[in-house]
Each structure stands twice: as C-alpha cells, then as structure tokens.
C-alpha cells in the first residue's frame, strides 16, 4: 500500500525530519494490524484500504499531538475507529450509488462468465489466520461487538486501551466483551461439536 502525505497544514512543534522519523519509527511498524482491523469493519479490500490510508494521513497531519512513549498503536487504532464510524454516518445518510458505466463494462465483457468466482489473496490471507468457521461467525457479528473481539482476543489490547480507542468506560468494554464472546459461542457451538469439543 503506498501512502501519499497530505498537503494540509501540520501543527507547529516538530521539524519536517522529526515528523517523518517519528512516523516511519512508530506508526509504521502497525500498518499490517491496522489493514486487519479495517478489513474485518469494513468487510471489503478497497474500503479498507481506503480506511487505513485516511487513518495513516491523519496520523501525519495530526503528529503533534501523539505522545512519544505512550501506546502508539491504541492512538493509530482510536483514529481510524472513529474515521470508520464518520464514514459509516456519512454513507448510511447518502443514496445508494451504481456505476452504471462499470455494470455495462463488467456485463459486455468476456470475462463476465469468469467473473462468479474471483480470488482476494488479502481477504483470504486475513481469513486464514484464525480459521474460516471462526472467521464467518466474527464476521457475523454486529460491528460493536466486532470490535471488542478483535482489539482484546486478536490484537491484545487491555481493557483501558480498548476504553480510549472506543470512547467508552472501561465496565461498557467488560460488558459489551462479554456479550460478544457468548454471541460468538453460540455461533461455533455446532461447530465446535462437529470437532469432537463438548459444546
């Protein structure tokens, strides 16, 4: 993913060099981890690649203002939950859009038979790290309670970060937590049958 740095103005407090150091040095080493949590709110390569590059310009415009030493990943994590969740208003309030030229293009072309099975190599990268039945029923899951599952059992987050990153109180994390492990259970309980688990 190549990432392009925003024109807009940077707040007063480092040279162009400390920037770009503290940049490469601290939030770039997160870059596959953010592309994850994209992908698994979004549900689609484009839209979280799209996600992280916004989070990733954010990140640069607003340097300023992350604290050195303190949890950079939860920062960079913070930024593009809440870019997702102003995206997500900003869509759900438009009209569906269709691209009637790309419909045409796609129906006349001689591809089109071969176009009911296309391979992501990310998506199922991503999939493939914690299995497909436990992909498919995270997947299913109501985005909150997503996102509580994969910053504390995938990404390892404490309770007081997750807290920061979702703008709520550490008892709503353990609670909403909570929930969604047992919405999660229920899902793989057939699953976990068919495997020989006692469920």
């Known amino acids: 993913m190549s990432l392009v740095m925003s024109e807009a103005p940077i707040k007063e407090g480092y040279t162009d060099d400390q920037r770009y150091e ?4 601290e939030f770039m080493p997160h870059i596959d981890s953010m592309y994850n949590f994209a992908f698994r709110l979004t549900m689609d390569e484009d839209d979280a690649n799209d996600l992280v590059q916004d989070t990733y310009l954010k990140s640069f415009r607003f340097i300023s203002s992350f604290e050195q030493g303190t949890n950079a990943k939860a920062w960079l994590f913070r930024i593009l939950k809440n ?6 208003r900003k869509k759900s ?4 859009k269709v691209d ?5 293009t796609t129906y006349n072309s001689e591809e089109a038979a071969d176009a009911s099975y296309t391979v992501d190599l990310r998506a199922d990268a991503v999939q493939d790290l914690i299995g497909d039945e436990v992909a498919n029923a995270l997947n299913s899951l109501p ?8 910053l504390c059992d995938i990404e390892g987050f404490t309770y007081e970060e997750m807290a920061k ?8 994390v353990r609670s909403r937590l909570h929930r969604a492990r047992n919405l999660l259970k229920d899902k793989l309980k057939n699953y976990a049958g068919s495997m020989g688990y006692d469920a």
Do not use: A, M
Not at 93 to 96: A, E
Not at 165 to 172: A, K, R
């Open 83 to 88: 870019s997702f969740i102003n995206d997500y």
């Open 165 to 172: 990153i979702l703008d709520i109180p550490i008892g709503t």
């Open 93 to 96: 309030k438009q009209p569906s």
């Open 100 to 104: 009637y030229q790309e419909v045409e």
């Open 143 to 150: 985005v909150d309670f997503r996102t509580v599952i994969i």
């Open 22 to 25: 503290i940049f490469n040095r």
